[in-house]
C-alpha cells in the first residue's frame, strides 16, 4: 500500500470513528459516511452533506444526485464509470444533517458542523493532491469562493492553491434553479469547461 492510500485508510478509520457534533449537541446521532480509498483518484468532488439516501447506503453520492453528477461527465467527454472509480467524491460535512424542520427537504449542514469536519477535507485535498476540485452545490461553492450568485460563479474555472476550481450547481432532478433555461445554458458551458480541463490536465 502506498504512503496516501495508508494516510488515507488513517482518514477512514478518524471519519468513522468521530462523534464531534454529537458530542456538541449538534446532531442527535452521528453517522459519519466512509471515505472511499481510491486507487486512482484524479478529481476531487466536493458536495454539501450527505443525503438521505446516503445516509443509509453508506457511501457519498449514493441517491439521485450521484446519477445525475456521473450523466453531467459523460457529457463532458469522461469515459463510462469515471464517476466512481476516479472521482473522490467528499463533502462539507460527513452525517446526514436530517430534514428541514419546515419539512421541506434537507437541513443544511451549519457553521459549526462544517468547521469541526472541515479537518477531514483539508487532509484529504492535501493527501491526493487534486489537479481539479469540482464545487458542487452553492454552499461548498460559497466555502471556497466566497459568497456569490450561482449564476456568477457556474459556467466559470477558478484558481487556487494551484489548483481548478470547477463549480456546479446542485445536482438533484428537483433543483429549481434548473428550471430556467439561462441556468441550464450555464451549467452547458461549465460542462464544455469540464471537457476542456479534461483534455488540458490530461484527467
Not at 6 to 12: E, F, G, K, Q, S
Not at 33 to 44: H, K
Not at 159 to 170: D, F, S, T
Amino acid at each position: 500500500m502506498s504512503i496516501a492510500a495508508d494516510a488515507l485508510t488513517t482518514l477512514v478509520d478518524d471519519v468513522l470513528a468521530c462523534r464531534k457534533c454529537e458530542l456538541a449537541g449538534l446532531l442527535a446521532a452521528a453517522n459519519p459516511i466512509r471515505p472511499a480509498v481510491l486507487e486512482d483518484a484524479r478529481v476531487v468532488l466536493i458536495g454539501q452533506a450527505p443525503g438521505p439516501v446516503t445516509d443509509r447506503k453508506g457511501y457519498h453520492f449514493a441517491g439521485p444526485a450521484g446519477t445525475f453528477l456521473s450523466l453531467w461527465l459523460d457529457r463532458a467527454g469522461f469515459p463510462p464509470n469515471y464517476f466512481r472509480e476516479h472521482v473522490y467524491l467528499t463533502s462539507l460535512t460527513r452525517c446526514f444533517p436530517g430534514k428541514s424542520p419546515s419539512g421541506n427537504g434537507d437541513r443544511p449542514p451549519s457553521r459549526s458542523e462544517v468547521a469541526l469536519c472541515r479537518p477531514y477535507l483539508d487532509r484529504e485535498l492535501a493527501l491526493l493532491q487534486p489537479k481539479l476540485v469540482i464545487l458542487v452545490g452553492k454552499m461548498a461553492i460559497d466555502t471556497f469562493l466566497g459568497k456569490k450568485p450561482l449564476t456568477e460563479t457556474v459556467g466559470k474555472v477558478y484558481e487556487h492553491e494551484g489548483r481548478a476550481l470547477l463549480p456546479l450547481p446542485h445536482a438533484s432532478g428537483v433543483s429549481r434553479w434548473l428550471n430556467a433555461p439561462e441556468n441550464r445554458a450555464l451549467l452547458d458551458q461549465a460542462l464544455t469547461e469540464l471537457s476542456h480541463l479534461r483534455v488540458a490536465l490530461g484527467l
